[in-house]
């Protein structure tokens, strides 16, 4: 049977990154230059990587790019001290607070305590709000969601009408607003988590089936549709054995090698949705830094 086509997130956020570069050099022009504040909190190994690329593409995109790493026992009233000093940097149009975050601190106080303006996560309130009510003009996507968007966007178009999708998670950063985006493409939208009857059954129905629970290979070949597309969030880390060498390799929720067979296009896990998600928050970042222009 013929493999199914691999959607190449990237290779689309390199495209994405260009186009940003080129905006970016024209913004300049007028005296802006985007600037991107990434916060991290403690040392977290997969939270390094991922705060090293959004660094290293920033700097590629022509941005203002700034680190802050705050000390893993640091207070929760410095952490808001630092965030309300960025919120009044003129210099700073994205503030990211990378999570998670160690547990003495109060993650939701500390997103809620970001500009919504400058929120390029989209996880304020305000921001979900905008979202969830389809106002997708007015807010900031969350960077995930908006980057599986653009891939599905790519393989079935801007209008999902008669299309069933089903989502595996309902995080606040994944699942909750990729809802929100396939409903305001017309998709009919399942949403499932750990309690969901018979999960493999829901998932057989989906046209479009995301993955974003963090399981290693749960999502079986059986479990997709004959033609599906399919999205796997999942980035996780798992032990293997190469010629009796300890190693490890990033997998994906989706169980890649029975899928390929039966979808009709995949995301691979690395190369599909990291590289998108990375790409949106230059996305929002770059537009935050036009607003800016345009309200004067
Ligand atoms: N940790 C995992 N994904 C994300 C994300 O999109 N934003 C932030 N701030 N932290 C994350």
Redesign the pocket.
């Known amino acids: 049977m013929a493999g199914a086509t691999l959607i190449d997130g990237k290779a689309m956020a390199a495209r994405l990154t260009e186009t940003i570069k080129t905006k970016t050099a024209a913004l300049s022009e007028h005296g802006i230059t985007p600037g991107l504040a990434v916060v991290i909190v403690g040392e977290d190994s997969a939270?390094q990587v991922?705060v090293r690329n959004k660094k290293r593409t920033a700097e590629a995109c022509g941005f203002l790019s700034v680190q802050h790493s705050v000390d893993k026992d640091c207070s929760q009233d410095e952490l808001l001290e630092l965030i309300r000093t960025l919120n009044d940097d003129a210099d700073i149009h994205g503030i990211?607070?990378?999570?998670?975050i160690p547990d003495h601190l109060d993650a939701t106080l500390v997103?809620q305590s970001v500009l919504p303006a400058k929120d390029v996560?989209g996880?304020h309130y305000e921001n979900i709000g905008k979202l969830t009510a389809g106002n997708l003009a007015g807010t900031f996507v969350?960077?995930?969601p908006a980057g599986c968007m653009l891939m599905i966007e790519e393989q079935l178009g801007l209008d999902l009408s008669g299309l069933d999708a089903v989502i595996i998670g309902r995080s606040i950063?994944?699942g909750k607003p990729m809802a929100s985006l396939l409903l305001a493409a017309n998709a009919t939208v399942t949403i499932c988590h750990s309690r969901t009857k018979d999960l493999p059954q829901v998932a057989r129905r989906a046209d479009i089936l995301v993955a974003a629970v963090g399981r290693p290979n749960m999502v079986k070949g059986d479990w997709i549709k004959p033609g599906a597309v399919v999205i796997d969030v999942g980035i996780n880390r798992i032990d293997i054995t190469v010629d009796g060498e300890a190693k490890s390799k990033l997998t994906g929720d989706v169980q890649f090698d029975e899928a390929v067979h039966i979808a009709a296009a995949i995301t691979p896990v690395p190369g599909g949705v990291g590289p998108m998600?990375i790409a949106m928050?230059m996305a929002n970042t770059l537009r935050s830094a036009e607003r800016t222009q345009e309200s004067v």
């Not at 990211?96 to 998670?100: D, M, R, T």
């Open positions: 939270s991922y990211l607070v990378q999570l998670p997103t996560d996880f969350p960077c995930t950063i994944v998600t928050l």
